[in-house]
């Protein structure tokens, strides 16, 4: 298992220290997130939310109440 946050082509790698940054203050300490905030933080940050969900998966993040059915 990958213990640092691997990245696709779709995400440049500046993106990615903030992408961490952001799921990790957004999350808190419990380390659960919103599905809607999921959302916002993949349009916020202009990467996709199959790359949240895979930075979730890698920082140990639960997504929580999700609508879709994606997390």
Known sequence: MCRRLCYTVAMSPGNIPRLIETLKTRAGEEKRLPCTEAFKI??????????????????????????????
């Open 42 to 71: 993949a349009r916020d940050l202009e990467v996709s939310v199959a790359e949240v969900g895979r930075a979730c998966n890698e920082l140990a993040i639960k997504i929580v109440a999700c609508q879709l059915g994606c997390f």
